[in-house]
C-alpha cells in the first residue's frame, strides 16, 4: 500500500530538512575551523609583536641610556670648564681635563670647547678639541677659524636665547672636517657665575659608532635597526651590508619622513610607563616583493630610533600552526556533526522555552514579560491601555476556572478582531496581563480628546460582548486605564513607571462611575502613592530597630482629681528621636499588613511598663485586630504570662463598626473573665451604634472629642453629651470625657457628672509616667 502523497511530500521535506542540515553542519565547521585559525594566527601575531615591542623598547631603552650619559658628560665637561674659568686656571689644566673626559666615557669620539672672547692670559679666543686617533687621544689647539664655516654662528644663537641655562642640543648628522668623519654633536652654553655668556662646550658621536650600536638589535636573522637625525639623515644597520637591497631600504626609509610624523595615543588603551613617554609607532613598506613591519619612536635626544622587521619571518610561525589546523579539523568533522546534532536540539528546546517565557499559554498573545521588555526597547511616544473584567472573581467562582479560561480566551479572539477591523487600533499591539487584565499599547503622540474618543470606543466594545458557557449567557464589561509615556517624570524606568502609571488610572476607573480614565499626574495620586511606599519602608525599618513605643496619656478621676489611668498610644520615633503622631502611618500600615506587629509592640510595651503598678493602663483595638484570632490568643497569653489583666482597659472603636459579634464577643468574655474592663472608644461619632453597648458588656464609654470640645459655647453638643452620660449611668456604665483642653471644658464635664477626663489640660502624651506626687496633685488644676 503507498503511502499517500501527503506522508510522502512530509518525508520529502524531512529529508530535504536533514541534508540542508548536514550542509549547515558543514559549512558551520569549516567557518568555526577559519574562525579558529584566523584568531589563533591574530593571537600568535599579537604575541610576536609584543615580542618586537620588548626588543624594540629594549634598544630604545639602551640607546637613550647612552643619550643620557652623553648628556651627563657633557653637562659635566661645562661645569668643570666654568669652574676653572671662575678659579682662574691654567690651560694645562683645561687640557688635561679635556682629554679626562674622553678618557672617561669611551663612546665619545671628540669633545671641544669654544670660547667667544679670551680667557685669561690668552691674546685670542679659545678654540680647544680633542679627539681619539687609535687608542690615543690628541688635543687641537688651532686658530679660532673653526668658528665661522662650521655652523657655530647657528649653534651659538640657539643656546645663548634658550631659556635654561644648562640648555642641551643635539645637532644633525654632518661631516666634521677637524676629526674626518660624519659626527653627532652634542652642545651646551658656557657660563661664568653672574650667567653671562663664555662659550660653548661639545661633544661629538661618531657614525660608525651610531651605526654599530643599532646593529645590535636581534629580533629575526633579517632585521634591521635605524637611527634617523633630526634632518631625516639615516644612520642604520644596512650601512654594513652594502648591497642593492639595503641601499633600497635606506632609501625607502628615508622617503618615509618617519622624523616627521606625530604620534597619537589611545586614551582607551592601557599604556605602561615607557609607552607613555616614548609611544611605538608602527608602519609598513614594501621593497622588491617583500613587506616589512616598520616599528620606530623618538629617543630623548630627538632622533628616530627604528626596527625593520620581514613580515615573512614574523609569519613564519603560523605555517606550522595552518598545517595542525587542517589536521585538527578533519579529524574532529565526524564529532562536531554530532555535536551540531545535539546543540541543534538544545537550541530549538531553549527557544521554545523563550517563546513559552514571552507568550501567554492560554491565548497565545504576548504576557507582560513580553510588555516591559518592548516598552523598554521602544523610544517612540505612545499610551498603554490597562483592561480588567469587571466580576471576573465572582465568574470564576460561580461557574470554575474552565469557564473564566473560556471567557479570557473569547476576550482574547474579540479583541484581536476588533483591532484589526478598526482603522484607529489597527497599529495597536494587544497583550496578556495577569489574572483577568490585557494591556494595549497604541503607539503616536494623541491628543487627550483623541484618546477619550478611542477609550470609550473600546469601552462599548466591550460592554456590548457576551460569552456563553453551558447554554448560560454571561455579559461582560470592563474599566480602562491609559497612561502615556510624554506623562513621566523621567525615561530611566519608562517601562515599569508607564506600567504603574496605567494601573493607577485603572484602579480609579474602578472606583468611577463610568469604568474609563485618564492618568493626569496632575492629581498627585503617585505621589500619594510613593509617600505611601516611604512611609512603609520607615515603618519597617521603625519596628526592625525598635522606634515603635507607646507614650502614655493621663486620665483623671473627675471626682477625687487623681491620675490613675493611662491610654497607650502609639509613636514612631524617627532618626532625629522626634515622635511621629500615628496619624502618619496607622494607615499604610493596614495596607502592607503591619498593624499586627504594631499591636503585639504595644502590647508587649505597654504590659512592661504597668507590670507591678497599682495604675490602669488602655489599649486600643480595631475591629481588624479583635477578627484576628492569633493576635487575640497573644493579648490573653500576655496578660495570664505577666498577670496584669486587672489593670487593662481595651477600648474598641465604635466609629469602625461591627459585624461579626461572636467572634468579638468571645474575646471579651475571656477578657473580662481574666479581670479586664472594655471600653467603647469615641462614642458619640458616626452613627453610634448604640447595639455595641448592649452586645458587648461595655464598662465604659469614651465620649468623642468632638462633642467634649464644644461642651462651653455649643448647647447641642451639651445636650447630646447629657444624654450619652445620662445613658449611660442607667446602663451602670462609666463615661470618659476626651480633649478636655480648658479650664471651661473641665467644668462642664464635672457639672455633668462625667467620671474621669483626658485631654491637653489633663496631660498631654508622654514617653514616661507622671511622679506619684504629681498624679495625686492633678486636682490642683
Not at 642641551?168 to 652654553?189: E, F, K, N, Q
Not at 639615516?234 to 622624523?259: F, G, W
Not at 478621676?557 to 532618626?575: A, F, M, P, Q, S
Request: hydrophobic share 40%; net charge negative; proline share 3%.
Amino acid at each position: 500500500m503507498k503511502a499517500p502523497p501527503r506522508a510522502v511530500n512530509l518525508r520529502h521535506s524531512i529529508l530535504l530538512v536533514l541534508g540542508l542540515l548536514v550542509l549547515l553542519f558543514i559549512l558551520g565547521m569549516w567557518l568555526m575551523s577559519t574562525l579558529n585559525l584566523n584568531f589563533a594566527q591574530q593571537a600568535m601575531t599579537q604575541l610576536r609583536e609584543q615580542q618586537v615591542a620588548d626588543t624594540f623598547y629594549a634598544n630604545l631603552d639602551r640607546i637613550n641610556s647612552h643619550h643620557s650619559l652623553m648628556e651627563k658628560n657633557t653637562r659635566d665637561l661645562a661645569r668643570m670648564t666654568q669652574q676653572w674659568h671662575a678659579l682662574g686656571g691654567s690651560l694645562t689644566e683645561l687640557d688635561t681635563m679635556l682629554e679626562t673626559t674622553l678618557a672617561e666615557f669611551p663612546d665619545v669620539y671628540a669633545a671641544s670647547l669654544l670660547f667667544d672672547d679670551a680667557p685669561q692670559g690668552n691674546s685670542s679666543p679659545l678654540n680647544l678639541f680633542a679627539y681619539r686617533d687609535g687608542a690615543h687621544i690628541q688635543l687641537d689647539t688651532e686658530s679660532p677659524r673653526w668658528q665661522q664655516g662650521s655652523g657655530y654662528p647657528e649653534l651659538h644663537e640657539i643656546l645663548k636665547t634658550h631659556p635654561e641655562p644648562a640648555a642641551l642640543h643635539w645637532t644633525p648628522a654632518y661631516y666634521s672636517i677637524r676629526s674626518d668623519a660624519v659626527v653627532i654633536s652634542l652642545s651646551t652654553p658656557l657660563r661664568n657665575s653672574a650667567g653671562d655668556w663664555l662659550g660653548v662646550a661639545s661633544t661629538d658621536w661618531r657614525a660608525d659608532d651610531i651605526i654599530r650600536l643599532v646593529s645590535r638589535v636581534e629580533v629575526t636573522p633579517s632585521t634591521f635597526a635605524f637611527l634617523l637625525d633630526r634632518e631625516n639623515r639615516n644612520l642604520s644597520s644596512l650601512a654594513l651590508a652594502d648591497t642593492p637591497k639595503a641601499q633600497q631600504l635606506m632609501d625607502a626609509i628615508a622617503d618615509r619622513e618617519l622624523h616627521q610624523r606625530q604620534v597619537e595615543t589611545n586614551s582607551a588603551t592601557s599604556l605602561t610607563a615607557r609607552e607613555l613617554l616614548a609611544p611605538m609607532q608602527k608602519d609598513r613598506i614594501r621593497i622588491a616583493g617583500g613587506d616589512y613591519a616598520l616599528f620606530f619612536s623618538t629617543t630623548r635626544a630627538g632622533m628616530t630610533f627604528g626596527i625593520g622587521v620581514p613580515q615573512a619571518e614574523i609569519d613564519a610561525v603560523l605555517t606550522p600552526m595552518r598545517q595542525s589546523n587542517l589536521r585538527i579539523a578533519l579529524g574532529i568533522g565526524s564529532v562536531l556533526l554530532l555535536l551540531s546534532g545535539i546543540i541543534l536540539f538544545m537550541v530549538a528546546s531553549t527557544l521554545r522555552q523563550l517563546h513559552n517565557l514571552y507568550t501567554d499559554s492560554l491565548t497565545g498573545l504576548p504576557n507582560r514579560a513580553r510588555l516591559l521588555l518592548d516598552l523598554r526597547k521602544r523610544s517612540k511616544q505612545g499610551s498603554l491601555v490597562l483592561l480588567n473584567l469587571d466580576a471576573f472573581k465572582e465568574i470564576n467562582d460561580v461557574y470554575g476556572h474552565p469557564c473564566g479560561d473560556h471567557i479570557i480566551l473569547h476576550l482574547a479572539n474579540s479583541l484581536t478582531d476588533f483591532m484589526r477591523t478598526n482603522q484607529s487600533w489597527a497599529s495597536a499591539r494587544l497583550y496578556r496581563m495577569p489574572a483577568d487584565e490585557f494591556a494595549i499599547w497604541l503607539p503616536g503622540r494623541l491628543q487627550t480628546h483623541v484618546l477619550q474618543d478611542r477609550l470609550a470606543n473600546l469601552h462599548h466594545f466591550l460592554n456590548s460582548l457576551n460569552s456563553r458557557w453551558e447554554d448560560q449567557q454571561i455579559p461582560l464589561s470592563a474599566s480602562l486605564g491609559l497612561a502615556s509615556s510624554w506623562q513621566l517624570d523621567s525615561q530611566q524606568h519608562q517601562a515599569h513607571e508607564l506600567l504603574s502609571c496605567a494601573n493607577i488610572a485603572l484602579k480609579q476607573a474602578r472606583l468611577s462611575q463610568n469604568s474609563l480614565r485618564i492618568y493626569d499626574p496632575a492629581q498627585g495620586i503617585k505621589r500619594d502613592y510613593e509617600h505611601n511606599l516611604q512611609w512603609a519602608n520607615r515603618l519597617k525599618t521603625a519596628l526592625e530597630n525598635g522606634r515603635i513605643r507607646p507614650y502614655f496619656q493621663p486620665i483623671m478621676d473627675v471626682r477625687t482629681g487623681k491620675i490613675g489611668k493611662y491610654e497607650c498610644l502609639v509613636r514612631l520615633i524617627d532618626e532625629q528621636e522626634v515622635a511621629v503622631s500615628p496619624g502618619e502611618f496607622l494607615a499604610v500600615a493596614k495596607k502592607i499588613r503591619l498593624y499586627r506587629s504594631l499591636t503585639r509592640t504595644m502590647v508587649e510595651q505597654a504590659v512592661e511598663r504597668f507590670r507591678g503598678t497599682d495604675q490602669q493602663f488602655s489599649l486600643n483595638l480595631s475591629g481588624e485586630d479583635l477578627l484576628d484570632s492569633d493576635l487575640t490568643d497573644f493579648i490573653l497569653q500576655q496578660l495570664a504570662d505577666n498577670q496584669v489583666a486587672g489593670q487593662v482597659i481595651f477600648e474598641i472603636l465604635e466609629s469602625e463598626g461591627i459585624e461579626n459579634y461572636a467572634a468579638v464577643r468571645q474575646f471579651i468574655d475571656q477578657a473580662k473573665a481574666m479581670g479586664c474592663q472594655i471600653a467603647i472608644d469615641d462614642f458619640g461619632t458616626g452613627y453610634s451604634n448604640f447595639e455595641h453597648l448592649l452586645r458587648l458588656n461595655v464598662d465604659l464609654i469614651k465620649i468623642d472629642g468632638s462633642l467634649i470640645r464644644q461642651l462651653d459655647h455649643d448647647s447641642t453638643a451639651l445636650t447630646l453629651t447629657r444624654g450619652i452620660v445620662q445613658f449611660a449611668r442607667e446602663l451602670g456604665m462609666q463615661t470618659v470625657a476626651e480633649f478636655v483642653h480648658n479650664q471651661a471644658v473641665f467644668d462642664q464635664v464635672q457639672h455633668l457628672g462625667i467620671d474621669f477626663a483626658q485631654g491637653a489640660y489633663i496631660g498631654m502624651p508622654g514617653a514616661e509616667l507622671l511622679p506619684s506626687e504629681a498624679a495625686d496633685g492633678a486636682n490642683d488644676k
